[in-house]
Nanobody, 127 residues
Framework: QVQLVESGGGLVQAGASLSLSCAAA????????MGWFRQAPGKEREFVAA????????YYADSVKGRFTISRDNAKNTVYLQMNSLKPEDTAVYYC????????????????????WGQGTQVTVSS
C-alpha cells in the first residue's frame, strides 16, 4: 500500500505560479513512477505530467508543456508539480498517483496504469 497526500493548491490569478507537493507513505517510493492528473468540473480526468522512478525521464501533456515541471525527491518520498504562467483553464482538482514500475526509466500517461491515488487538491485560477 502507498498513501499519497497532495498539498499546495489554492486560488491564484492568471499568470501566477503554484507549487504542488505529494507526500508518499508506505512501500518504497522509489519503486513507483509518479504522475499528476487533473479533473475540471464536468470534464473527465486528464493526464498532466509523469516522471520515472529515477526522475530522469518526464513527460507532459501538450497543454502544460513549457509551463509545468514535475520533479521528485526520493529521499523525501515526495513528488512535486511546479506550475507557472497559470491560466484559467488550469482550474481543476489535481491528483497525484503512483504506478509500480519494474524499470527505473519508464513512466505512464494512462490513468489505468496507476495503482494508488491521492485525495486531490483544488487549484483555481481566476482571470
Amino acid at each position: 500500500q502507498v498513501q499519497l497526500v497532495e498539498s499546495g493548491g489554492g486560488l491564484v490569478q492568471a499568470g501566477a505560479s503554484l507549487s504542488l507537493s505529494c507526500a508518499a507513505a508506505g512501500r518504497a517510493f522509489s519503486y513507483y513512477g509518479m504522475g499528476w492528473f487533473r479533473q475540471a468540473p464536468g470534464k473527465e480526468r486528464e493526464f498532466v505530467a509523469a516522471i520515472s522512478r529515477s526522475g530522469t525521464n518526464t513527460y507532459y501533456a501538450d497543454s502544460v508543456k513549457g509551463r509545468f515541471t514535475i520533479s521528485r525527491d526520493n529521499a523525501k518520498n515526495t513528488v512535486y508539480l511546479q506550475m507557472n504562467s497559470l491560466k484559467p483553464e488550469d482550474t481543476a482538482v489535481y491528483y497525484c498517483a503512483a504506478a509500480f514500475k519494474a524499470s527505473s526509466a519508464t513512466y505512464s500517461i494512462s490513468d489505468t496504469d496507476y495503482n494508488y491515488w491521492g485525495q486531490g487538491t483544488q487549484v483555481t485560477v481566476s482571470s
